[in-house]
């Protein structure tokens, strides 16, 4: 047994034995996996509990958003294939950044045929990226245009979940065709708050400014949900239009609409958003301050002209460079029950 085996069984038999967080130091061990190193793991992977393999892949994923040292795809391909739902799921988000068009198969599978609706919601979900890379010309029209009609397909699916809908008309927003923007119209239209959210993500994928005077509107919205979302769209955007806005949600009483709000005032070039952000740091709180660096940081960057000065040395001689803003999905449980994250 080499010393790779000997470590992951080390931590597999760890995950029975103790509930706490997994120690980040012995996740590197199932890095890059292969031959007969990675069939061993599946062996000895396959034959945990549930609940054990489920805890090691979501810490598993965690660790590969957090590092860019590291990765753990072959694990999380193998575990597409597993027989709990949560795990498929985990390891669908696992591969968020693999553009490997031989991973359509199993999306497009998983997205047709999953019995779970949080499955089928995650494969719609990582099917994004390839309409993207269609319209960036980064795969052939061929495969885009398969991977958006089968999105459409799901969103027009008598039957399927809300969830995966959701997720489908996100990820189909990328590509700009006529029935794209015919699905985004309808969504934002329907009587549902969780439609009309990934109506308003979908306008701010889609780069077309059609959508601004309804995005703009949303910036008022009484619903925090709806302003984080048209927050981020209007970046998306790099809507002018909405700095005036964006710079009043700056000070929103709600933490991710304000994270949002500074973000996207970042995303905008020019003296007029720069000047919204010099404004937000009067009273700003540490958060809300260090957020605000990040979207100078990135707005100097955007328009070539960085400030290293924004990155003084603390009182540690630490480089003091700001971890960059990382905004998550909205989160409503305290709005609404069995939203999607």
């Known amino acids: 047994m080499n010393t790779s085996t000997q470590g992951f ?22 890095s890059d996996l292969s031959g007969q190193t ?5 062996s000895a992977f396959d034959s945990r509990p549930p609940h054990e393999r489920l805890r090691l892949v979501q810490a598993l994923a ?24 949560e795990i498929r799921a985990a390891a669908i988000g696992g591969l968020w950044e693999n553009e490997d068009v031989a991973l359509l198969g199993p999306f497009l599978t998983m997205l047709r045929t999953d019995p ?11 099917l994004g990226r390839y309409v993207l890379a269609g319209e960036l010309e980064q795969i052939e029209p061929s495969i885009q245009a398969r991977v958006t009609s089968e999105l459409l397909t799901s969103i027009h699916l008598a039957g399927e979940t809300s969830e995966v809908r959701c997720r489908a ?8 065709n006529p029935e794209v923007l015919e699905v985004l119209e309808t969504a934002y239209d329907e009587d549902d708050e969780l439609m009309q959210l990934s109506a308003i993500v979908g306008m701010g994928r889609s780069c077309d400014r059609r959508w601004m005077p309804i995005i ?32 009043k949600l700056a000070d929103d009483a709600d933490p991710q609409v304000r994270g949002a709000a500074i973000w996207s005032l970042g995303q905008i070039s020019g003296d007029e958003a720069k000047q ?5 740091l009067d009273d700003a709180d540490d958060d809300t301050a260090a957020a605000i660096e990040d979207a100078l940081a990135e707005q100097a960057l955007l328009e070539g002209e960085l400030d290293l000065a924004l990155y003084e040395l603390d ?4 480089d003091g460079l700001l971890d960059d803003l990382f905004l998550e999905p909205w989160d409503t449980d305290d709005e609404m029950n069995d939203e999607p994250e």
């Open 169 to 176: 008309i996100e990820s189909v927003s990328y590509a700009c």
């Open 276 to 280: 919204a952000l010099l404004d937000a």
């Open 38 to 42: 990675l069939a061993a793991f599946r």
């Open 315 to 318: 009182d540690d001689g630490d």
């Open 116 to 126: 779970s609706a949080r499955v089928r919601a995650a494969a719609a979900s990582a």
């Open 216 to 247: 703009l509107a949303e910036l008022e919205s009484s619903s925090p949900a709806m302003r984080y979302e048209a927050a981020l769209a209007s970046g998306n955007l790099e809507m002018r239009e909405a700095i005036g806005a964006l710079a």
């Open 9 to 30: 069984d080390k931590v597999l038999e760890e995950l029975g034995q103790h509930t706490g967080a997994l120690p980040v130091s012995e996740m590197y061990v199932f």
């Open 62 to 85: 965690d660790l590969a958003e957090a590092s860019f040292q590291v990765s753990f795809d072959a694990i999380f391909r193998h575990c597409l294939a597993d027989g709990h739902d």
